[in-house]
């Protein structure tokens, strides 16, 4: 399967995190290059993708071979090692990556500590030498910089063919929903203009729904903000009445109705937070109602 594209792999220890986010002129990338798996490691195939390379590389690792190793392992069984692009980071952040000699140009890799970036059928090699930078320099959990080295490497020509698809998978010890899985976040722009933007849009939706709210963020539901509250569950038809201040047992019933039908659940419930609102629910409120 021929896949020109760019990627990075890397390993966060203090958020014990792994990740792979990639883009490419090629349908739906994201089914095929990002593999991880969470206290192992992570892969990233593509360039004639092996996909086996995925679950075989992880087992390697599993098993305790270092990223360096089970790259060895993986090329020495394959034949078709001189077509192949692919990328490991273990357990412990080692990273290692291989660029056969007949991926087309311009192709290559750039490792660092806890990470690698590596592409084909680039405009050059500016691409990866911005990817790192961006990633190093980023700030926020792994999935931003992931992306952000995305964005740095599309920035700088990126598939020389163009755009199409984009993705992200970062996963974690009972990281996913429920927390009796690792996926903490797997997201996919399959075919569309701008796929690396949508990407962000989507991590950025991710945080909106998944990530705890920050202490710091969290207000009182005061007069004023129960006003502006009354009047959203007013306009959007969930309750009836004069807007008055007064956060009582209906309103803070009503507006649980509303915040489960916009997925915002973990950020607040009548348990938790019945006379406060997150600082971040409030802000998506107001751009999406008024």
């Keep these: 399967m021929l896949i020109h594209t760019f990627s990075i792999v890397a390993h966060d220890a203090a958020e014990e995190a792994w990740g792979v986010a990639v883009s490419s002129k090629f349908p739906a990338v994201g089914a095929v290059v990002p593999w991880a798996r969470a206290g192992v490691g992570a ?8 996909m086996g390379f995925g679950p075989d590389g992880l087992a390697l690792m599993a098993d305790g071979r270092s990223a360096a190793d089970a790259l060895s392992a993986l090329l020495a069984a394959d034949d078709g090692r001189e077509t192949r692009q692919v990328a490991l980071v273990d357990s412990k952040g080692g990273a290692a990556a291989h660029t056969g000699g007949d991926c087309h140009d311009w ?16 405009v ?25 080295a995305l964005r740095a490497g599309e920035y700088a020509g990126g ?7 984009a993705a992200v998978l970062v996963v974690r010890p009972a990281g996913g929903y429920g927390g009796d899985n690792d996926r903490y976040l797997d997201l996919r722009v399959d075919d569309a ?30 007069h004023d903000i129960a006003r502006e509250l009354q009047a959203m569950l007013i306009k959007q038809g969930y309750m009836t009445g004069k807007v008055n201040g007064d956060w009582d047992e209906v309103c803070q019933q009503v507006f649980f109705m509303l915040i489960g039908n916009e997925n915002l659940e973990m950020r607040w419930s009548l348990e938790r937070n019945r006379y406060s609102i997150d600082r971040v629910v409030l802000d998506y409120l107001r751009e999406r109602f008024g």
């Design 43 to 50: 892969v990233a195939t593509q360039s004639y993708a092996k």
């Design 124 to 148: 050059g090699k500016a691409v990866v030498d911005a990817m790192a930078a961006s990633y190093l320099q980023a700030e926020g959990e792994l999935a931003d910089r992931l992306v952000a």
């Design 107 to 122: 192709a290559g890799h750039k490792t660092g500590a806890g990470f690698s970036v590596q592409g084909n059928l680039l």
């Design 193 to 222: 203009e701008e796929p690396v933007q949508l990407l962000a849009d989507l991590v950025r939706m991710h945080h909106l729904y998944f990530q705890p709210a920050r202490d710091e963020d969290i207000l009182r539901i005061d």
């Design 159 to 165: 598939d020389k063919r163009g755009k199409q698809s």
